[in-house]
């Protein structure tokens, strides 16, 4: 079989099913696990096995790799690898009932809370959402500058530029850095609300209120939220937010759930996923009249 056959049509994924198996409706079964999704462009609910998105035919592929176009891929294999089995150890390690858990205690030694840093860095550049927040710098940049003669690119030149940019790393290495960096918090969910995950799973919440003044992803009130399973999140904050002692955050309100989901919700490109069908959560949330 020749190299041209074997690179035709090939469907990538840019979130892990190894991650998005921790929503399973029954439970992490690995690539066999189903889970709901909600599609908010076309606005279908329905539940499928988590190999089948999010993924794109030959989303990583570039052509002047030619025999070696599914370089991407590969990499992002072994790493998944070693996601897989980071998030296994973090999900066995919290204790999810407050009176079980010991006065002072300590999650995630330094080398694991790196590893993780460095797993959510390569999620954040990765997705659909970071290659469309490249086409709308160019787009600014070329209503910018009306006059001047811009080409207009194709989705294969963003898919060029978004793979030269994962090929350098110093997207990675910021969000990595500053990550490490960062006290980190686990949210733990007590309500009937679960948390949702989506095809942006990494995401930033403004905590301070709105102006008109844009903020950089390093700004001290830019904080970063990672949905692991249906219970357990990760919050990421400035030490000037969150103290550095503080190992858990117990939710019992579901309002401040259905906010963390909305924002997975309004970040996501096109999918939100769950562990219960959407339709069931719209009649659970649905005030009485």
């Keep these: 079989m020749g190299s041209e056959s074997h690179n035709k049509g ?22 066999d696990s189903v889970i709901y999704f909600l599609n908010k462009q076309d606005l279908i609910i329905n539940c499928a096995n988590v190999e089948t998105f999010p993924a794109e035919n030959c989303f990583y592929d570039v052509d002047a790799f030619e025999d070696y176009k599914r370089v991407f891929e590969n ?19 919290v204790i999810l009932e407050p009176s079980a858990r010991k006065t002072s205690i300590v999650l995630l030694s330094r080398d694991d809370k790196n590893a993780l840093a460095d797993q959510l860095s390569i999620q954040i550049t990765r997705t659909r959402a970071y290659r469309d927040r490249i086409k709308e710098m160019y787009q600014q940049i070329k209503d ?19 793979m030269a940019e994962l090929t350098g790393t110093q997207s990675m290495e910021f969000f990595a850095r500053m ?8 949210l733990i969910n007590h ?34 939220y990672f949905p692991v399973n249906p219970h357990i999140a990760v919050g990421i904050y ?13 939710i ?19 999918f939100v996923f769950s562990n219960v069908d959407f339709r069931t959560i719209q009649r659970l949330t649905r005030k009485p009249e």
């Design 252 to 270: 019992t309100d579901e309002e401040d759930i259905l906010r963390f989901n909305g924002e997975l919700l309004r970040q996501s490109t096109r």
């Design 10 to 31: 090939k469907r990538q994924h840019y979130v892990p099913a190894c991650y998005l198996a921790n929503f399973g409706v029954d439970g992490n079964k690995g690539r």
């Design 238 to 250: 400035d030490k000037t937010i969150l103290p550095s002692d503080m190992c858990y955050m117990d």
């Design 75 to 93: 990499v992002y294999s072994v790493i998944e690898g070693k996601y897989a089995n980071l998030l296994k150890k973090v999900i066995g390690s």
């Design 144 to 162: 910018a500058f009306p006059w001047a003669d811009i080409p207009d690119y194709s989705d294969n030149d963003f898919r060029r530029i978004h």
């Design 179 to 186: 990550f490490e960096d960062r006290n980190w918090v686990f």
């Design 191 to 224: 309500t009937d609300m679960p948390f949702f995950t989506s095809d942006n799973p990494v995401v930033a919440i403004d905590y301070e209120p709105k102006t008109n003044n844009p903020k950089s992803a390093a700004h001290s009130k830019i904080g970063y």
